[in-house]
């Protein structure tokens, strides 16, 4: 047997001595050749470099450490400690050469941990705790005044409004029983044109449900005013229209009339693709702004507002009555009186906008609702009162929430339950066809409501 020979036999024999063997394998063969050819690098500098290589990267063997490689799903992920022993990282070995040439390579040790550990077995899923469902907490409705909302900057803020102006009491309105649900109302209407100011419409569904209505007003005159003051053709109303005040369209109608008393300017002037027909109720909020903030001319000197053909000033009128209803305090007795100081030619739709309110906000008791209705039907003007209440019925069906008041006013005022008043409405405007837009099929629909009224009463 040669020295290589030897050196191979004791090489197989002791898996450590591999590194060894194979140099002394390319010893021979560099012995054999006499040399190395001109440019090459002698080969036992080669194997010299494996040397240090592989004394550099062996691993020791699991008894020389204490430890044994995990493996999950078949890698070796880390090291499992033995007791007493030091966790040290596990280095891969380089191989080691087979007994025989073409036989089959040994696995090593450190390629499995355990004896019965299958590397092709899935590992199993980690236990996840079952979802713990949170439970909704129900937003509490907030009275208008403590809704918190951020005034905005720059243009906007410049309209920011005081919720103190609306007090009755330095306006000489008169005061009554029904003076904090009346005010409240009106505090409702400036919170909904702040919050749409401040770009934060959606909080008006955070007060008292009752209240929206009045809140979407106020949105909407907000809408209408930096519509027109910033020339966007209605882009802010359209989106308020098909977004949150979609339950709300007559009020937010109403409110755009107020953007233009305060602008000074001709109704819906600027504003585009509104509702045809509900456009018209911009007139009735421009008659309750001039009521409210021009008193004296509007009230006590029975003044309109100029340039306006006779179906426009009964638009007007319908608002203005409204505003009556404010006034009066929601007293019966003052709202008869003060309605009988107007011409005979006005009052049929100033008992129109005082049914609408009546019914709409609220504010008098039953047998004052039987005051008011018997005063309507002395002074000729009972199915006009009817009317407005039927409008009030619509927009608070239509908005899916019909406060008590609301319930309790219309078998009064109506002569039907809130379902059947606001039909009235749906039935006038059918009558009109699909192309009703103009002030004539406006007061068209007044006239339809007031016929259905009749008929309902008749039988």
Known sequence: MSNAEGTRTVAQSDGVGQAAAEKALAMDRVRDNGGTGVGETPEAERVSDMEI???????????????????????????RESPGGENVPAKAEPPRCAEKAGAPETPSPERFSDAT?????????????????????????????????????????????????????????????????????NQSFLTGFNAMVADEVERIEDIHE?????????????????????VTGGRRLRGLLSGPGMRHPHMVHLGTGWAYARLRMRPMWGIRSVHPLLRWLAYDGFGFHQGFFSTDRTVGRQRTAGLMDRTRRAIFDQGLGRMLWFHECAGADDVILRIAEFPPGRRADLWSGVGMAATYTGGASTAELERLSAAAAEDGFRAHL???????????????IVPEHTVAATPTLCGVEVDEAASWTDTALVALGHNA??????????????KAWARRNRD
């Open 386 to 400: 009817a009317q407005g209440g039927a409008f009030a019925c619509a927009c608070r069906l239509i908005s899916g």
């Open 210 to 230: 009752e209240l929206r209505g009045s809140a979407y007003e106020g949105a909407g005159m907000a809408c209408a005013m930096l519509d027109v003051l910033t």
């Open 53 to 79: 290589t592989a004394e550099m990267e062996r691993v020791p063997y699991p008894e020389e450490t204490g430890t044994t490689d995990v493996l999950v799903a078949g890698k070796v992920s880390g090291t």
């Open 117 to 185: 550990a299958d590397p092709a077995a899935p590992a199993p899923p980690p236990a996840i705790a079952p979802a713990v469902p949170v439970p909704a907490v129900p937003t509490v409705p907030v009275d208008p005044a403590e809704l918190e909302l951020t005034r905005p900057r720059g243009l906007p803020g410049l309209f920011w409004q005081d919720l103190a102006q609306i007090d009755s009491g330095p306006r000489r309105f008169r005061l009554g029983p029904a003076r904090e649900r009346l005010e409240t109302a």
């Open 437 to 450: 837009h103009s002030g004539d099929h406006y007061q068209a629909w007044r006239a339809g409501i007031r």
